[in-house]
């Protein structure tokens, strides 16, 4: 029986009942200075007894527990003994242990309920010559202290949970946060590489097309093109070397990073796409200033992207660029005049060119469309936030690239 007891329980229970044991058999012996047994001691032994074996269940039926363990001490109580801390030591171990796995309110309840059975029964049937303060205060005092050590450890445990919890949740969105970084710079590089690709592969197919029609009739102009193709090329390169560069550069904080492209160099990209056939012509409004790198990038490829987007399938030759900058917002506006109708309707409404310009204008907090223009053509809109600065007399310039 024994053996079946420890492989049911425990080793640990069956040592804790018996250690409380070991200290309540003592009690049953204990009387008043001075006055012989009032009550022989084998009744509280096997009272104390039964409840030690109430304590192997303190942790699976922690009420059961604490319940047989008040009605064993208000027997031994009502039998005559005096109520000591020995005697009560099962009884302040069942109400640690409820005190541990309950709520505030169930440990004070079992616990009250006890001191209200426990002291009315040792005042009634207590050694009269025992003095009050053990009959009342001692048991009371015995009794409060397990259920506030417990709900104490309760409470600490549940508030090295919940920091815990916290923490895993903080390492949780820092991974998420981490991954998301690592997804936004990827597509942001996609980007970028669409946009360069795209850009110098169309003028470089049209270059490389206009010296083949031209090499048997006229050689020195394909000779010409030729060359401005080993331009456009070597530009290309020039561009993917500083788009790979950023990764290279957030591997080695102290490299110097590669430079980025901007409004500064719309004359340039303007310029390339006359060997395309495409005359774009750049006008600006309002006071221009220096933009945050990000959204002088996004605004860069942003007309990069629209006039290539001409070039490819638009039946016209010109397109215009406007800049108009307001107190906090820079609007971008690449048109294209009207061509055929079969050709408007041949224009792309949406691709990765599209999807990729509107990214970019979300990604820098502002918003693009695109469509048709009512009288003919394609129209591209993109508004960029700016911080704030003072309103300035607005000026206009324009120039055409031809």
Known sequence: MINNLLRRFGAADAAVAAAAFACSLPGTLI???GQAPEVPWWPGALLAGLSCIALMWRRTRP??????????ATVMAA??????????????????????????????AFTFTGIAVLLPTALIAGPAHEPLILKLIGPAAWLLLPTSLGTASR???????????????????????????VTEERLRIARDLHDVVAHHLVLANMQAAAVVRALASRPEEAKKIAAELTGTTASAMRELKATVGLLRHASDPDEPPPPTAGLAQLPDL?????????????????????LPAGTDLTAYRIVQEALTNVTKHAPTGTAEVRLTYAHDLLSITITNS???ASADRAFPHSGYGLIGMRER????????????????????????????????????KQYTVP
């Open 31 to 33: 009387t008043l200075p």
């Open 63 to 72: 009420r059961i527990t604490v319940a047989v363990t008040i009605a064993c």
């Open 79 to 108: 039998v005559g003994y005096v109520l000591t801390v020995m005697l009560l030591g099962p009884l302040m171990a069942a109400l640690h242990s409820l005190a541990v796995r309950t709520d505030r309110k169930t440990a004070n």
């Open 155 to 181: 409470l600490r445990a549940a508030h090295l949970e919940a920091v815990q919890a916290r923490a895993e949740h903080a390492e949780r969105s820092r991974e998420q946060e981490a991954r998301n970084r």
């Open 270 to 290: 303007a310029a390339s796409f006359r060997h395309a056939g495409l005359t774009v012509t750049l006008t600006s409004e309002g006071e221009p200033r220096p």
């Open 338 to 340: 009207a061509g055929t």
């Open 361 to 396: 204008a979300h990604a820098a907090g502002g918003r693009l469309r695109a469509g048709q223009r009512p009288r003919g053509g394609f129209e591209v809109v993109a508004e960029l936030p700016l911080r704030p600065i003072p309103l300035e007399e607005p000026s206009a």
